[in-house]
């Protein structure tokens, strides 16, 4: 009894579940947000998606629309291909610049409401749109969306700990003590390159730090467990020597110096323990007073471009240090709501202190 009971169970599953054939899906991998020209049509939406050709060959296909909405946008790209469009393979969503000026939460709150995607899903901008990117023909990739996955997940692998996803890029949205920061990729001679880190205050794109930049961006993110100091520095008599810093992060902390209600000072404390890959001055390294020298010239640099960072991060008035986060637990909640925190933010006196330690001198001058 028991058997047939079984049975007729496992029979009513299998008649009721709707079969997916891989070869009649569009698993889409990666979408791009635009802006048009068109106010009735005001987005662009670029899709793109892997397909099987006719003699057996792995290709993509993209498919470019425009709509009022991304629903709508998507609706229309539904109309242009005879498979069913997937979400939950997507891999990355791309956002041109002019789009994530005017504010890309509209579109991510869009994409979190999809419960085929996954707040893992990677974001990312494009300097110019989104399109020129996902539609480029790289030479020798198949497909541009896992190109652009593998970059932002090596972009992770190097950070340790700072994750362009929507899920981090909510976080650091909906916490008012910081901002959020995405990468921008342009296309440069027929390749997608990176370019640096956008900037937002909330969900709209501010500025976009040069890669010299943004490299000591993250020197001074406490996240940033690990990374590449590579800078020219001063070692006298008009001389300029190369260095390449293989680092380790071992301390970190902001201070703020302040009354509760008026947070007037902060310092970020950094301490970094590294590995000399690369030197190109005339003196001998390995000798220790030289690498006393060294350091000194190391921390030097660190703390004058970094103040020029600081004060520029000011002045646009965005936080992706979450200074604000370490002036927020100075104070009672009513304290925190009537604080201008960009205003105050914008006003206080930023310091970094740094101590560099070389560990090693690896085997070059």
Same mark, same amino acid.
């Given at each position: 009894?028991?058997?047939?009971?079984?049975?007729?169970?496992?029979?009513?599953?299998?008649?009721?579940?709707?079969?997916?054939?891989?070869?009649?899906l569009a698993l889409i991998n990666a979408?791009?947000?635009?802006?048009?020209?068109n106010e009735k049509n005001p987005l662009?939406?670029?899709?793109?998606?892997?397909?099987?050709?006719?003699?057996?060959?792995?290709?993509?296909?993209?498919?470019?629309?425009?709509?009022?909405?991304?629903?709508?946008?998507?609706?229309?790209?539904?109309?242009?291909?005879?498979?069913?469009?997937?979400?939950?393979?997507?891999?990355?969503?791309?956002?041109?610049?002019?789009?994530?000026?005017?504010?890309?939460?509209?579109?991510?709150?869009?994409?979190?409401?999809?419960?085929?995607?996954?707040?893992?899903?990677?974001?990312?901008?494009?300097?110019?749109?989104?399109?020129?990117?996902?539609?480029?023909?790289?030479?020798?990739?198949?497909?541009?969306?896992?190109?652009?996955?593998?970059?932002?997940? $090596?972009?992770?692998r190097e950070s340790l700990r700072t994750?362009?996803?929507?899920?981090?890029?909510?976080?650091?949205?909906?916490?008012?003590?910081?901002?959020?920061?995405?990468?921008?990729?342009?296309?440069?001679?027929?390749?997608?390159?990176?370019?640096?880190?956008?900037?937002?205050?909330?969900?709209?794109?501010?500025?976009?730090?040069?890669?010299?930049?943004?490299?000591?961006?993250?020197?001074?993110?406490?996240?940033?467990?690990?990374?590449?100091?590579?800078?020219?520095?001063?070692?006298?008599?008009?001389?300029?020597?190369?260095?390449?810093?293989?680092?380790?992060? $071992?301390?970190?902390?902001?201070?703020?110096?302040?009354?509760?209600?008026?947070?007037?000072?902060?310092?970020?404390?950094?301490?970094?323990?590294?590995?000399?890959?690369?030197?190109?001055?005339?003196?001998?390294?390995?000798?220790?007073?030289?690498?006393?020298?060294?350091?000194?010239?190391?921390?030097?640099?660190?703390?004058?471009?970094?103040?020029?960072?600081?004060?520029?991060?000011?002045?646009?008035?965005?936080?992706?240090?979450?200074?604000?986060?370490?002036?927020?637990?100075?104070?009672?909640?009513?304290?925190?709501?009537?604080?201008?925190?960009?205003?105050?933010?914008?006003?206080?006196?930023?310091?970094?202190?740094?101590?560099?330690?070389?560990?090693?001198?690896?085997?070059?001058?």
């Amino acid at each position: 009894m028991n058997k047939v009971f079984v049975s007729i169970i496992v029979f009513f599953l299998t008649g009721c579940a709707e079969q997916r054939i891989i070869d009649d899906l569009a698993l889409i991998n990666a979408v791009g947000y635009d802006v048009t020209d068109n106010e009735k049509n005001p987005l662009k939406l670029t899709v793109t998606f892997p397909i099987i050709t006719k003699d057996g060959k792995y290709d993509r296909k993209t498919i470019l629309v425009e709509g009022k909405s991304s629903k709508e946008a998507r609706e229309k790209v539904r109309m242009k291909t005879n498979l069913k469009l997937e979400s939950g393979q997507m891999r990355v969503s791309l956002f041109g610049q002019e789009i994530a000026n005017k504010g890309m939460l509209p579109l991510l709150n869009s994409l979190v409401r999809d419960p085929s995607i996954g707040t893992r899903a990677k974001l990312a901008l494009a300097e110019d749109e989104a399109s020129d990117i996902l539609m480029l023909q790289i030479k020798n990739e198949g497909q541009n969306a896992t190109y652009l996955e593998q970059f932002l997940t $090596k972009l992770n692998r190097e950070s340790l700990r700072t994750n362009y996803n929507i899920y981090q890029f909510l976080r650091d949205y909906y916490d008012d003590g910081i901002d959020p920061i995405l990468p921008v990729f342009r296309v440069e001679k027929n390749n997608i390159a990176y370019n640096g880190i956008g900037l937002f205050q909330e969900d709209k794109l501010v500025e976009i730090l040069k890669p010299s930049e943004a490299r000591y961006l993250f020197l001074f993110r406490e996240e940033m467990k690990q990374g590449n100091f590579v800078e020219q520095i001063d070692v006298g008599e008009e001389e300029k020597a190369s260095i390449m810093l293989n680092y380790e992060l $071992k301390e970190h902390h902001i201070k703020i110096q302040s009354s509760s209600t008026n947070p007037k000072k902060a310092s970020i404390y950094i301490k970094l323990i590294g590995d000399v890959i690369e030197y190109t001055g005339k003196e001998e390294i390995s000798d220790p007073k030289i690498q006393k020298k060294i350091e000194k010239l190391i921390t030097k640099k660190i703390q004058q471009e970094g103040k020029e960072l600081i004060v520029k991060l000011q002045k646009l008035q965005v936080d992706p240090l979450g200074i604000n986060r370490y002036v927020r637990n100075k104070m009672n909640y009513k304290e925190w709501k009537a604080l201008d925190k960009y205003q105050s933010y914008q006003d206080m006196n930023i310091n970094i202190e740094a101590n560099i330690i070389i560990n090693s001198s690896g085997k070059w001058k």
